[in-house]
């Protein structure tokens, strides 16, 4: 069969289940599909060719046996920040370069454990932190729709890789709107689950409080699918919460008649793009036709306080997390002296990129003696505003809309020298990372060729609501079929 790198899950788990394809010929498609688009868009920082081949042999005896599973032998891209036991894991850092974890993250043994097929590790922003991909220590990854422009960040590589089809899906982290603001860039599907509903175990660290893996996928189908796998509590990790994990695929029903949906204005700020905020309107009266009750009058009030507390909190976790990085136990170490205390000063300076010593300084001056009272503890004051706003609109909505982004994907280069206009590109993400909450982008139309995402945020651990109404969405309408014309 021709062009099998552009299914989905659903479609190859139903022609490997029928035996119309094996695993091998599926990988193999894709790995020939990564190594033909790949110098153009700069998706992976590692393609694992080898190792893919074998997992797809195993997951042919698999088969072969009867043991089948929604994953079992379809291709996953890994975002670089996911511990994989035997394959080089670097945060698109010179810190991580050379380092192969020798454990993988529960999420990995999730996925082992359906048979399934890792691709390659995803390029990304430098430990996470960037809403571009820009700041990855290797090379830039390109947008597959405009190749100028960049793909978000910092899972940006995992969602140029599902837009231009080099995997069948992909894992991301997000911290602030990594997966999400991505996604909406590259005009795929991109979910950020309840905080405590996914193993952080595995994940290396940016800010503890807020980190959470999700999938981007190439509609919420496949979505649904990878969330059955990879949520549930998980013993190593103490954050995670002993919920049931329901069946997500039975949300999948297209009826969004009587839910209530409320449209924040705190989210259509000013400076919004004019083309997202159309698209943005015509898509939620698309809703109402579905059938829903939205109410365009919604108001969460500390929302503006947001992007502030973020740039506080997340910096000073940043700041006590990348402390174990000294040069001494593993990863890059300075050695052109004989004095310890350089050694690990030098070891930082030039195994760090700019931005994330930008954030580490941040966060050591908040957390210092004498600020810690009038930056940290009042911005940890502000998360609790933030997240009661939330809670008090949940009272009377099923589900809140936003745009992912106030624009769409910017050029690359464009916002390099100017970190306050990068940080402002998460806007609309930042306090459901804050408050815990689960989200989802969506494909909802496009401006000037670009893709535009849609954001829907539901309670705590509801992350059925959200793909009911994704669902339903796309089901009425093609944006999640448009594909990049790569030239």
């Known amino acids: 069969m021709d062009n099998l790198h552009i299914l989905t899950i659903h479609e190859s788990h139903k022609l490997l289940k029928e035996k119309k394809i094996s695993s091998l010929e599926l990988t193999e498609a894709v790995l020939k599909h990564i190594h033909s688009v790949e110098d153009n868009v700069r998706a992976c920082v590692t393609v694992t060719d080898q190792v893919a081949i074998e997992a797809a042999r195993s997951a042919d005896l698999a088969i072969a046996k009867g043991d089948i599973k929604p994953l079992t032998g379809v291709p996953a891209l890994i975002k670089d920040v996911i511990c994989t036991k035997g394959i080089r894991t670097t945060c698109s850092s010179k810190m991580l370069e050379n380092f192969v974890p020798p454990y993988d993250a529960t999420v990995i043994r999730k996925l082992q454990a359906e048979h ?27 947008n597959p729709w405009d190749l100028d422009r960049v793909p978000g960040g910092s899972s940006g590589g995992s969602a140029a890789g599902m837009a231009i089809d080099e995997g ?10 990594s997966i999400r603001q991505p996604a909406g860039f590259c005009g795929v599907v991109g979910l950020k689950p309840t905080y405590g509903r996914v193993s952080r175990f595995g994940l290396v660290a940016f800010a503890s409080s807020l980190d959470q893996i999700g999938p981007i996928t190439k509609d919420v189908t496949d979505c649904a699918l990878v969330l059955n796998v990879i949520s549930g509590h998980d013993s190593k990790d103490s954050t995670t919460v002993p919920l049931d994990v329901p069946d997500y695929t039975r949300a999948l ?72 990085y000294d040069g001494v136990k593993y990863g890059y170490s300075y050695r052109d002296t004989t004095n310890m205390w350089e050694a690990m000063e030098k070891t930082k300076q030039n195994g760090f990129g700019a931005e994330v010593k930008r954030r580490i300084m941040l966060g050591t001056y908040a957390l210092s003696a004498g600020y810690y009272d009038a930056y940290y503890l009042k911005a940890q004051k502000v998360r609790t505003l933030i997240k009661r706003d939330f809670e008090q609109a949940f009272q009377n909505y099923d589900v809140l809309v936003t745009p992912t982004s106030p624009t769409v994907a910017f050029k690359i280069g464009e916002k390099v020298d100017d970190p306050v206009a990068m940080y402002l590109s998460d806007l609309c993400t930042l306090p459901i990372n804050i408050a815990g909450v689960p989200a989802i982008s969506i494909p909802a139309g496009f401006v000037n060729g670009l893709p535009v995402g849609m954001q829907f945020i539901s309670r705590h651990f509801d992350e059925e609501s959200l793909l009911r109404v994704s669902y339903a969405f796309e089901q009425a309408t093609d944006w999640h079929a448009k594909k990049p014309a790569l030239t």
Not at 116 to 142: L, P, Q, R, W
């Open 168 to 177: 069948i899906y992909a894992l991301g982290s997000d911290t602030g709107g």
């Open 253 to 324: 029903t297209a009826d969004i008649k009587g839910m209530r949906i409320g449209v924040p204005r705190e989210y259509f700020v000013e400076g919004m793009q004019d083309g997202v905020r159309t698209a943005l309107e015509v898509a939620i009266k698309q809703l109402e036709k579905l059938g829903a009750r939205v109410d365009w009058n919604v108001s969460l009030p500390y929302t503006k306080y947001g992007l502030a507390a973020y740039y506080i909190l997340a910096p000073s976790e940043a700041s006590a997390n990348l402390a174990r």
């Open 116 to 142: 399934y097929v890792i691709i390659g590790k995803s390029n990304m922003d430098e430990f996470a932190m960037g809403s571009s991909t820009e700041n990855s220590a290797f090379f830039v990854t390109h």
